[in-house]
């Protein structure tokens, strides 16, 4: 019974080479294909926010309600507005309407106090004051991936019978890429 044994093992020992070799007779090769898909991109004042994006704010500080002119420069949070696209991306810097438009003379945008009273002011792309920003209008962005600081000017204007207050607007801004 002892070489019955053996002999059942030696079998079984055999046939298990024999699967064992069959089993890895052939090579199979292949490859995995890895892809991404890159899409235009932007981001302003190191947000890549699509909505509600704050582009900065263009503070004139407190005047006497007998200013003349108050001249502030827009403040993206660490100066000027920043913005960085993509390489291609053809991005424009849109000024659209603010809330009072056009309500005095004396400027195409207008600051209000809630009781009637406005401030005519206009936001300029230059320090000199002579290209102005009107409804519509656009700044190109450069586009090659670096991080473009766009300076906006404001120049607000006093008009007779002001009440002392706080006057405020909202310019709506696009970035478009």
């Known amino acids: 019974m002892k070489h019955l044994v053996q002999m059942m093992l030696g079998a079984c020992a055999v046939l298990a080479l024999g699967v064992s070799s069959m089993a890895f007779g052939g090579t199979t090769t292949g490859q995995v ?24 704010s263009l503070n004139f500080g407190s005047q006497t309600t007998l200013f003349s002119t108050a001249s502030a420069q827009v403040n993206g949070g660490s100066g000027a ?4 696209c993509s390489p291609g991306s053809g991005a424009t810097l ?14 195409t945008r207008a600051m209000a106090n809630g009781a009637g009273k406005f401030i005519p002011y206009d936001i300029y ?3 000199g004051y002579s290209n102005v920003l009107a409804t519509g209008s656009s700044v190109n962005i450069t586009e090659d991936g670096t991080t473009q600081t766009v300076n906006i000017y404001g120049r607000a204007v006093g ?4 009440t002392p207050g706080t006057y ?8 478009n890429f």
Do not use: E, P
């Not at 507005?81 to 960085?84: E, G, L, N, R, S």
């Not at 849109?94 to 400027?107: I, N, R, S």
């Open 125 to 127: 792309s230059d320090a």
């Open 81 to 84: 507005i920043a913005v960085q």
């Open 94 to 107: 849109t000024f659209q309407a603010g809330q009072h438009d056009a309500q005095v003379t004396g400027g």
């Open 33 to 56: 294909n890895s892809t991404m898909t890159l899409t235009a991109a932007c981001q302003v004042n190191g947000s890549t926010t699509t909505t509600g994006v704050n582009f900065g």
């Open 168 to 175: 405020s607007d909202v310019i709506a801004v696009q970035l």
């Open 159 to 162: 008009v007779a019978g002001l």
